[in-house]
């Protein structure tokens, strides 16, 4: 009994959200209430309000479709893959995320204009990135979490997010972009090199003021990668790369 009951609640919860979706398209978020909502259901006012509160609570909803939609395209490309997770693979299955032409990426790219006047929505941000993560660390399965750290960076989510909104906004973008889709692969894939190595001259630094006596060389240039010499007194010299 109680197994019916949650299907019934996601039959309409799916119900409103499809309802939703079509409405946001149609009408932004802004000029949404939840009456639009409403008459697009075949459900009451209360049977609305009773799974969900505000559009806010909708749009999350939506948001969270978007992950495991994108869940599902990652696996699907993932099973022309061969071997682990890399550099590579990740680089290219974000450049197909930004470029993605769906309903539900047009509903993210609308979320992000509204978010400039809705506290709300700037709230629920850091949340969406997190549970993004998430999503893809129970979803994939030969994700892990010590690979990604990169893809949470403040300047590449902007950098994503302003990709997506040029491929919604602007007429042409998205066909120039997937054009040039292989120079965005590789944007990406130095984005992950610089991280790392950023990264990895932190805790070195670290090793340094913690480590009596320690020192470390950095690289003449990007693609020698970095390496230091760490001495310990009675130690000699250990090499960490």
Do not use: W
């Not at 949650?6 to 919860?13: D, E, P």
């Not at 990895?200 to 690289?219: D, H, M, N, Q, W």
């Amino acid at each position: 009994m109680e197994g019916k009951k949650q299907k019934v609640s996601q039959i309409r919860k799916k119900e409103i959200l499809d309802a939703a979706k079509k409405v946001f398209l149609r009408k932004g978020f802004a000029d949404t209430v939840m009456e639009d909502i409403i008459v697009e259901t075949s459900l009451s006012r209360g049977g609305v309000y009773y799974h969900y509160k505000n559009k806010v609570e909708i749009l999350h909803d939506l948001m969270r479709e978007g992950m495991a939609y994108r869940v599902d395209k990652i696996n699907e490309v993932l099973a022309e893959y061969s071997g682990e997770l890399d550099a590579n693979s990740v680089a290219h299955i974000v450049v197909d995320k930004v470029l993605d032409e769906s309903e539900l990426m047009s509903v993210y790219a609308i979320y992000l204009q509204a978010t400039k006047n809705n506290d709300d929505l700037k709230n629920l941000f850091p949340i969406l990135v997190e549970e993004s993560l998430k999503a893809a660390y129970i979803g994939v399965k030969v994700a892990k979490k010590d690979g990604c750290e990169y893809l949470t960076n403040d300047f590449l989510i902007f950098f994503m997010n302003t990709v997506i909104l040029g491929c919604e906004i602007l007429d042409g973008a998205r066909d120039s972009f997937i054009n040039n889709r292989e120079f965005f692969i590789e944007i990406i894939k130095l984005f992950n090199k610089y991280f790392q190595n950023r990264l990895c001259i932190t805790v070195l630094r670290l090793l340094k003021k913690y480590l009596p006596g320690a020192s470390f060389r950095e690289p003449n240039n990007s693609s020698e990668g970095y390496v230091a010499i760490i001495t310990i007194s009675n130690n000699g010299n250990r090499t960490i790369n």
